[in-house]
């Protein structure tokens, strides 16, 4: 589903269509696929879904794939939690423990 999703967006094997690729996302996100949760929260952290970023719905996601273990998601809440986006102030406790997290997962970019 995800996949698909994804061939929908970028054009691969099929015509693009993003309204579509959209709707299979959501999908693959409502099943909880973990990989499909991530970049359903990158993609709102970063505002191409909506227009504008929405980091306190992606923190929820990205929460929801490190629930699942995603290495990735918990560099991406680490970074939200350290420079205060989508929570009321930043919190460098928890975004060390993630960073840290991310680290025990072997996430390189974590390790800078």
């Given at each position: 589903?995800?996949?698909?999703?994804?061939?929908?967006?970028?054009?691969?094997?099929?015509?693009?269509?993003?309204q579509?690729?959209?709707?299979?996302?959501?999908?693959?996100?409502?099943?909880?696929?973990?990989?499909?949760?991530?970049?359903?929260?990158?993609?709102?952290?970063?505002?191409?879904?909506?227009?504008?970023?929405?980091?306190?719905?992606?923190?929820?996601?990205?929460?929801?794939?490190?629930?699942?273990?995603?290495?990735?998601?918990?560099?991406?809440?680490?970074c939200?939690?350290?420079?205060?986006?989508?929570?009321d102030?930043?919190?460098?406790?928890?975004?060390?423990?993630?960073?840290?997290?991310?680290?025990?997962?072997?996430?390189?970019?974590?390790?800078?």
């Open positions: 589903m995800f996949n698909y999703a994804r061939s929908l967006e970028q054009g691969i094997g099929v015509e693009p269509d993003p579509m690729a959209k709707k299979y996302v959501l999908r693959a996100v409502a099943k909880g696929y973990v990989v499909a949760l991530v970049a359903y929260a990158n993609a709102v952290n970063a505002g191409t879904l909506f227009g504008q970023p929405h980091p306190a719905i992606a923190n929820k996601f990205y929460r929801l794939a490190i629930e699942q273990g995603d290495g990735i998601a918990m560099l991406n809440y680490a939200n939690l350290q420079g205060g986006r989508g929570i102030q930043p919190d460098a406790v928890a975004a060390n423990r993630y960073f840290l997290m991310a680290i025990a997962k072997e996430v390189s970019p974590a390790m800078l």
